[in-house]
């Protein structure tokens, strides 16, 4: 049963006239997806138990006129004014069909410098993301979900501080994850202390920019609202299964799929709490789910009627897909781990390595019997593989929501809440898993009927205004040490759970390294240069407090909370 929130969010944007609930929509995607009726029923039956998901876009659009089913978009942006406004009009038309979009605008002159057709001034990058979002704005009007970009722009480009700051009123540029493109080179620099080092000059007003004034910028912002995140450009290419098609120098909304001009990705991710039964991982399971899911996403590349004719030749050049996870959370407190812990962390690299390690050996088999992808010759792939990318981890905000559990790899972000303006509508929620546990804690310590029912109430309302039970000294420290919120996990074990990911995911990692609400700027510098020496791709750090515009808050801290995307699921 769907709680009250998710049915909602249901019939709010996912149901089509005739359906009346989430099996409707099963039977609809599988039936689309599957080949004949045995494939359709396998998938039906592993969306209908929510042990497996596909992105949003699937699940809105799979059997319809629209049929577009890819949820990650990466279109490319010229130097040129019509290079410009082509790529405005290619998102546009992207977006119409639920799509997210990224662009990198590093190509874009610098603001005063002159921009073809000869005649003008470029009023530069920062300008024509105005543009941009101003599009996503008016397709939003007819749409059914919020329309998602990333901009993103060299560290290196002189116009890099007006990016920076470009997100500094919170009304701006709503539809728009801003990150910057930061180099190894760059990096080790600034790890070194040669903040004196110039990254560039402006060629319009001779300004230069040193490493420490963008850093210092990019710091300062983080400590602001959250923006900009960090790409790191060396990384992303290190982990380029086709090289010889060129350079990837561009994300998804989100950040989790790096993504050549033009390709797309068709998402889907694993509910991990499903596969524990009785204290251990069913790894037997798990592989069964792997397996039928690469099938599923392979067959939705060929199922998909894509926006641009660009988008379709690129992506059946590679066929990408992203399997990834969500209810990690969830999953390692059935173990009885706690998320911060060492072997939490040890638990999640190997059920990420299995998951891997089966969705390539299921690509090969397809390779044998349908092809290998046809950009496979000068790949670093080995052997043929059906798919020149297998796995990515999404921030699943809104099929997480269906599957009743936590979204991606986050921690639970409070075990009680209220979640404000979703869709129209607020709603109070507690965590089903915490639920249950609490009531056993509460019977364990002796406390019965009334007094047990008080107790179990001012927990809920403490965990409400508070975001964290590790302040009730009555609970037992077992219980409160299980149940860590995200609030009470310091940014170092955040990494160091979104390393263990990306160690054995093909892609990259959407996750909120999320901070307390008196975190310092130095404490954010050592996270950007960890995030770096742990060879992540990308680093997204957002302090409780620094915004308003959020989906749950907590009486204690003004705008605390968190933004949960429902792009790039």
């Not at 596909?54 to 978009?73: D, Y």
């Not at 990466?74 to 290619?90: L, R, S």
């Not at 706690?338 to 390690?357: L, V």
């Not at 299921?362 to 080995?382: M, N, Q, T, Y």
Request: aromatic fraction near 8%.
């Amino acid at each position: 049963m769907m709680d009250n929130m998710a049915g909602h969010i249901l019939k709010s944007r996912y149901l089509l006239p005739g359906e009346r609930d989430f099996t409707d929509i099963c039977h609809r995607v599988a039936g689309w997806i599957g080949r004949d009726d045995a494939e359709s029923g396998a998938f039906f039956r592993i969306m209908e138990t929510r042990e497996f998901l596909p992105n949003s876009p699937i699940l809105m659009n799979a059997g319809t006129p629209c049929n577009q089913l890819a949820a990650c978009f990466v279109i490319p942006v010229g130097d040129t004014i019509a290079g410009i406004f082509e790529a405005v009009k290619e998102g546009a038309v992207i977006q119409m069909t639920g799509g997210g979009t990224g662009y990198n605008f590093s190509e874009i002159p610098p603001e005063g410098t002159p921009i073809d057709p000869g005649g003008m001034n470029s009023p530069g990058p920062v300008a024509f993301l105005s543009v941009f979002d101003t599009a996503s704005e008016v397709i939003l009007q007819g749409g059914r979900r919020r329309g998602a970009n990333m901009g993103i722009l060299d560290i290196r480009h002189p116009d890099i501080l007006a990016f920076i700051n470009a997100k500094e009123r919170e009304e701006r540029l709503t539809h728009f994850n801003l990150s910057v493109r930061v180099p190894d080179l760059v990096m080790k620099a600034y790890a070194d202390g040669e903040t004196d080092q110039v990254l560039s000059t402006h060629p319009a007003t001779g300004r230069e920019y040193t490493i420490g004034d963008v850093f210092d910028a990019i710091i300062n912002g983080i400590h602001r609202n959250g923006e900009p995140g960090l790409l790191f450009s060396d990384a992303i290419n290190r982990g380029n299964r086709t090289p010889h098609l060129g350079e990837i120098t561009a994300t998804n909304p989100c950040g989790e799929e790096p993504l050549l001009p033009y390709e797309a990705c068709i998402l889907g991710s694993i509910n991990c709490a499903r596969f524990v039964k009785k204290g251990t991982v069913d790894w037997k399971h798990l592989e069964t789910i792997v397996r039928l899911a690469v099938r599923f996403l392979d067959q939705a590349i060929d199922r998909t009627t894509y926006a641009l004719p660009e988008n379709e030749e690129a992506m059946k050049r590679t066929r990408k897909i992203g399997l990834g996870v969500m209810g990690l959370h969830d999953a390692l407190i059935l173990l009885g781990l706690p998320y911060d812990s060492s072997a939490a962390r040890e638990c999640a690299e190997e059920m990420m390595a299995f998951i891997t390690q089966t969705a390539v050996d299921e690509s090969e088999r397809l390779a044998e019997s349908l092809g290998a992808f046809p950009a496979w010759e000068g790949s670093v792939w080995k052997k043929p593989v059906r798919n020149a990318t297998l796995t990515t981890i999404a921030p699943t905000g809104t099929i997480s929501l269906f599957a009743g559990c936590s979204p991606g790899i986050e921690p639970v972000y409070s075990f009680a809440y209220t979640r404000q303006n979703t869709v129209g509508a607020d709603f109070e929620l507690i965590h089903p898993i915490f639920s249950d546990r609490l009531d056993e804690e509460i019977a364990r310590l002796g406390y019965s009927d009334d007094e047990a029912l008080s107790r179990r109430n001012r927990v809920i309302d403490e965990i409400r205004r508070r975001g964290s039970l590790q302040h009730i000294g009555w609970l037992s420290f077992e219980f409160r040490r299980l149940f860590v919120s995200a609030l009470d996990i310091s940014w170092k074990d955040h990494l160091l759970m979104q390393a263990a990911f990306q160690r054995h995911t093909h892609a990259s990692i959407a996750k909120t390294i999320n901070l307390p609400p008196n975190t310092t700027r130095k404490a954010i510098r050592d996270a950007i240069l960890s995030a770096w020496t742990l060879s992540l791709k990308g680093i997204t750090l957002y302090r409780s407090g620094s915004r308003t515009g959020i989906v749950y808050s907590f009486p204690w801290c003004r705008g605390c909370g968190s933004e949960m995307p429902d792009e790039g699921d």
